[in-house]
């Protein structure tokens, strides 16, 4: 990743605080998140991918429905 200034900084720390709190499953929470985006996420239906940093991060999330 190449960071070009303040700015660039401070979204790309945005992105990842954002992501680690809301969308990444957490070892020591027994794998919950500490915040989850979905709270009751459905056990089935397709699988999509919201990413993050230019595909860096990933969230993987099932569609309801």
């Given at each position: 990743m190449?960071?070009?200034?303040?700015?660039?900084?401070?979204?790309?720390?945005?992105?990842?605080?954002?992501?680690?709190?809301?969308?990444?499953?957490?070892?020591s929470l027994g794998n919950k998140m500490i915040k989850p985006r979905i709270e009751n996420m459905p056990p089935e239906g397709k699988i999509l991918c919201d990413?993050?940093?230019?595909?860096?991060?990933?969230?993987?999330y099932r569609k309801a429905g």
């Open positions: 190449i960071l070009i200034g303040e700015n660039s900084m401070r979204r790309a720390v945005e992105n990842f605080v954002e992501h680690y709190n809301t969308e990444r499953a957490q070892q990413p993050r940093q230019g595909g860096m991060l990933n969230y993987h």
